[in-house]
């Protein structure tokens, strides 16, 4: 189907145009963009009033499939991202059996053409079935669709084996995402240490598990001239470290969530397990850090860690209660809400955090734009809507998110991906 968005104000990375254009999209591209443009599109789409950004693109995500489809499938995981404005996802591997194997990728890869709404990416594990013990034949993970690398959910706790895993990811063309936590220092804490864990009588993981493992990466990095992205960052320190490392020109990227640039530790006194996550909700001094790393582009882009949990696993106590929250259509919301509106980020920002960035990191040149001749995934965004987060509207399998019932202003009007709508509001 050929589609025409008329009265678009397109913003991209470096640019928000203040005059309204015309985007012509044919056979999965943008062909052309101007005043006026006359065509001949089966459909035409109005965005007056919208603002039409690059189709977003999160580069952290869990769709359970293989082996948790109870919590998540891809059909139902790609349905959740594009009501969220997301065109590309890349998927965890922590599965049950792991992405550790050309097989599962093949399986994951065949199971996304079939039922996916969107591009969806697997990442496949550093180590057999992320045992820390054992590199996975990474070639052979390139060559099934693999585009990065990840244990997430568990740190490469072994520093000669993580030197190892960078050395050969470089060969394979791949990139390595660390979940960093030192796991002897972790102690499995369930919120952060500190003066509300000491108050609730809660385990608590103190920052130190997370900036331990992401001074060690960045002097690897170093040390090999490698690539590494640190995955879901959410303390000052880790700030701080970034910056310096950037500063001396190691080849460091990293992410942050919405929850954490969103909540403090504070939320964890409701005892709802839906703000228990990892990393752990921190201090709003952390909070404060992250924003200012998304705003001087310290932090490289804005991911959901979308972690989907059943009802009944989630209804545990805090203790056994497992971590993660849903993220995918929230996103946008927390993000204009917390971040634009309180100009922390601007549009054009915003457009880089959430697609030209991702887009870069994971080596996808013709998507994270728009542009004659790139991939038509657009999503058109309007930004004066008030609505309320309800769990009857989440249409991800899972409903675990601590932001029900909660405003936010700034919301998905429509998704395009590859020319096709994939969502639209109501």
């Keep these: 189907m050929s589609l025409v968005i008329k009265n678009a104000v397109i913003v991209n990375a470096d640019k928000m145009h203040k005059e309204p254009q015309d985007i012509l999209i044919d056979k999965g591209l943008i062909v052309k963009i101007g005043k006026n443009v006359s ?37 139902t995981g790609s349905r959740a991202a594009a009501k969220g404005g997301f065109t590309t996802v890349l998927c965890m591997p922590n599965t049950t ?69 960078m050395e050969y990811s470089q060969m394979a063309g791949l990139f390595l995402i660390e979940h960093c936590q030192d796991p002897d220092l972790w102690c499995k804490g369930v919120m ?49 470290l970034i910056r310096f490392a950037k500063g001396q020109g190691i080849r460091v990227t990293a992410e942050a969530c919405p929850h954490h640039f969103t909540l403090t530790d504070e939320a964890v006194k409701t005892f709802d397990t839906n703000t228990k996550v990892n990393p752990p909700l921190r201090t709003q001094e952390d909070v404060e850090a992250i924003k200012e790393g998304l705003n001087d582009g310290t932090i490289d882009c804005i991911v959901t860690d979308h972690a989907p949990h059943t009802a009944e696993e989630k209804e545990m106590d805090y203790d056994h209660a497992p971590y993660g929250m849903i993220g995918l259509e929230t996103s946008v919301g927390l993000t204009i809400t917390e971040l634009v509106e309180k100009k922390v980020l601007s549009w054009t920002q915003m ?20 542009k004659e001749g790139a991939d038509a995934d657009i999503t058109i965004i309007d930004p004066e809507k008030v609505w309320e987060v309800r769990k009857e509207d989440i249409v991800s399998k899972s409903k675990n998110s601590p932001f029900i019932g909660r405003k936010l202003k700034g919301a998905v009007a429509m998704t395009i991906y590859g020319g096709k709508i994939t969502y639209q509001s109501s």
């Design 39 to 75: 065509s001949n599109a089966a459909k035409a789409i109005d965005a007056k009033g919208r603002l039409v950004m690059p189709g977003l693109i999160d580069m952290h995500i869990h769709l359970r499939e293989p082996g948790r489809e109870d919590k998540e499938t891809i059909e």
């Design 97 to 165: 059996p792991v992405i550790d194997n050309a097989m599962i990728v093949e399986a994951v890869l065949k199971e996304v053409k079939r039922v996916a709404l969107v591009n969806v990416i697997p990442v496949g594990a550093i180590t057999r079935g992320q045992n820390g013990e054992e590199l996975t034949d990474m070639f052979e993970l390139k060559q099934a669709g693999c585009m990065a690398l990840s244990d997430d959910g568990k740190t490469v706790g072994n520093g000669r084996l993580m030197r190892l895993a």
């Design 192 to 240: 952060n240490e500190g003066d509300v864990s000491t108050l609730l009588g809660l385990k608590g993981d103190p920052g130190i598990s997370e900036t331990v493992i992401v001074g060690r990466d960045i002097e690897l990095a170093r040390y090999l001239n490698a690539r590494i992205h640190l995955a879901h960052m959410s303390l000052k320190r880790s700030v701080e």
């Design 351 to 370: 457009a880089d955090r959430m697609s030209a960035a991702p887009a870069r990191i994971v080596g996808l040149t013709d998507k994270g734009v728009i």
